[in-house]
């Protein structure tokens, strides 16, 4: 019998591979038999079946890298993302309208109870707080509209990271209804402050800000502690998971929610500890 998580056999995609819980998650599906495709700006040093170079700000190169993976696509992984410090305008393209625009053409893609999984973060924690926003952003008609809405309210929405994070959560809670329909399941996965590349891009606002989110553990996640429940998501063990924001933070976002965690609190100690 096989073991839990068993992708042998299984065709793959990952795009953000490269780097981060991407590259993580691609190890892990190397690992379990899976024939993994990537794509990413960057190459990646792992032995995949295929690797297309990719940049997600730009229709043109997500349509070459989804004819290279071609069909029967069994789990596909949205994983490419910029940190806040990146242009705004360049932050939403790959966190939310790049990826938009890749699952829905990938979807005819993938297998009969196949399913698309992407990262958003605990950064969207907050889109109750503005979701008539949020949905006017995600319910665009396409790339260049998403584009059109977003460039002239840059400055009013705040934090593109945020923002765009906020955008993946309500776009899979949205979608997902509609995506296992016709036999694809689609889920997000929300990680709290994990170590990667971009590590020094969101410390630039603190790094004792930053640790504020680790609560109540009080360390940083590792890239693999985020791509295993990411495999698992995708996986045929989970097959009845679907609209899922899948938070995996150590307990923040559950603390926060009961009340255990003073949030301005310990952002007053942390900005005081980083002035």
């Known amino acids: 019998m096989p073991g839990m998580c068993d992708y042998s056999g299984k065709k793959v995609a990952v795009v953000g591979c490269y780097s981060?819980?991407?590259?993580?998650?691609?190890?892990?599906?190397?690992?379990?038999?899976?024939?993994?495709?990537?794509?990413?700006?960057?190459?990646?040093?792992?032995?995949?079946?295929?690797?297309?170079?990719?940049?997600?700000r730009e229709t043109g190169s997500i349509d070459?890298?989804?004819?290279?993976?071609?069909?029967g696509i069994d789990a596909f992984f949205y994983c490419s993302g910029l940190p806040q410090t990146r242009p705004p305008l360049d932050v939403l393209k790959v966190n939310f309208l790049g990826l938009r625009y890749m699952i829905e053409r990938v979807r005819p893609k993938i297998a009969k109870d196949g399913s698309v999984s992407l990262i958003a973060s605990t950064a969207g924690n907050g889109w109750?707080?503005?979701?008539?926003?949020?949905?006017?952003?995600?319910?665009?008609?396409?790339?260049?509209?998403?584009?059109?809405?977003?460039e002239p309210r840059l400055e009013e929405l705040g934090d593109p990271y945020a923002?765009?994070?906020?955008?993946?959560?309500?776009?899979?809670?949205?979608q997902s209804a509609d995506f296992i329909r016709s036999g694809v399941r689609l889920n997000c996965l929300s990680p709290g402050p994990t170590i990667t590349?971009?590590?020094?891009?969101?410390?630039?606002?603190?790094?004792?800000?930053?640790?504020?989110?680790?609560?109540?553990?009080?360390?940083?996640?590792?890239?693999?502690?985020?791509?295993?429940?990411?495999?698992?998501?995708?996986?045929?063990?989970?097959?009845?998971?679907?609209?899922?924001?899948?938070?995996?933070?150590?307990?923040?976002?559950?603390?926060?929610?009961?009340?255990?965690?003073?949030?301005?609190a310990l952002l007053a100690e942390a900005m005081s500890a980083d002035a």
């Open 20 to 56: 981060g819980i991407g590259h993580a998650t691609a190890k892990g599906l190397l690992d379990l038999g899976a024939e993994v495709h990537g794509a990413d700006i960057r190459p990646c040093d792992l032995p995949l079946a295929s690797f297309t170079e990719c940049d997600t």
């Open 64 to 71: 070459g890298a989804l004819k290279a993976f071609g069909s």
């Open 128 to 150: 109750p707080q503005r979701v008539e926003t949020v949905t006017d952003f995600i319910t665009t008609a396409d790339f260049d509209q998403g584009v059109a809405w977003a």
């Open 163 to 174: 923002f765009s994070k906020e955008a993946a959560i309500v776009w899979t809670l949205r």
């Open 197 to 264: 590349g971009m590590t020094p891009d969101f410390d630039s606002v603190g790094p004792a800000i930053i640790d504020v989110y680790t609560q109540p553990l009080g360390r940083r996640s590792t890239p693999e502690e985020q791509a295993w429940p990411l495999i698992f998501m995708g996986s045929r063990e989970a097959s009845y998971l679907n609209g899922c924001n899948f938070i995996v933070d150590a307990g923040f976002t559950a603390a926060m929610t009961t009340g255990q965690i003073d949030l301005d």
